[in-house]
């Protein structure tokens, strides 16, 4: 399946963005989806993800900030980013995985191209 992102931007902080990412080539319904971002200098890391029979988790630190939403209908993942802190800023990714739900990157096959958030103090 082949994934692409839109929505990145800047944003001041306490602000909000939405991210979506598109799939083609094949239907989601059956794929967990998650959404990782790296920053410069540091590792990929899990934000967050949807299995697919719809169960959310999250990272610690973006918990009441962030919500993952998925439209099997549409073949499309969203993330929702509210109350966006500096240390938000990444590159955010979306990645899929036929099955069950992991936070490892390595787990996944399927990779979007990144999109970037950037949040200003």
């Known amino acids: 399946v082949q994934l692409v992102e839109s929505g990145g931007g800047l944003v001041q902080a306490g602000g909000s963005l939405s991210l979506s990412c598109a799939a083609s080539?094949?239907?989601?319904?059956?794929?967990?989806l998650a959404w990782f971002r790296q920053a410069p200098g540091k590792e990929r890391e899990f934000v967050g993800g949807?299995?697919?029979?719809?169960?959310?988790t999250y990272k610690d630190s973006v918990k009441g900030r962030f919500t993952i939403s998925r439209d099997n209908a549409k073949n499309t993942l969203s993330l929702q980013m509210n109350n966006l802190k500096p240390e938000d800023t990444a590159v955010y990714y979306c990645a899929g995985h036929q099955g069950n739900l992991y936070s490892s990157a390595s787990l996944y096959r399927s990779w979007g191209q990144g999109t970037q958030v950037t949040v200003s103090s």
């Open positions: 080539g094949r239907t989601l319904s059956r794929y967990s």
């Open positions: 949807i299995s697919w029979i719809g169960a959310t």
